[in-house]
């Protein structure tokens, strides 16, 4: 849950990139299925929120490298 909470926080800042980070953390780190699909669902919402761009193509590759 603490991920999840700078997570939002760093997100709600402005540190898109920090909350990314911090969210694929959890999804490493998590044993629970429902945790780690919350996670996932938080990373896809704050890279869409990062609109089209590098930026976005980035963390679509790093959410892909650790959830395969």
Do not use: H, N, W
Request: aromatic share 8%; glycine share 8%.
């Amino acid at each position: 849950q603490l991920f999840f909470d700078c997570a939002y926080q760093g997100f709600a800042s402005g540190d898109a990139e920090g909350a990314l980070d911090k969210t694929l953390d959890a999804i490493k780190t998590t044993t629970s299925d429902e945790e780690r699909e919350a996670a996932r669902e938080l990373c896809v919402t704050i890279i869409d929120a990062m609109g089209p761009g590098k930026e976005s193509l980035r963390a679509r590759k790093k959410l892909a490298s650790v959830l395969f």
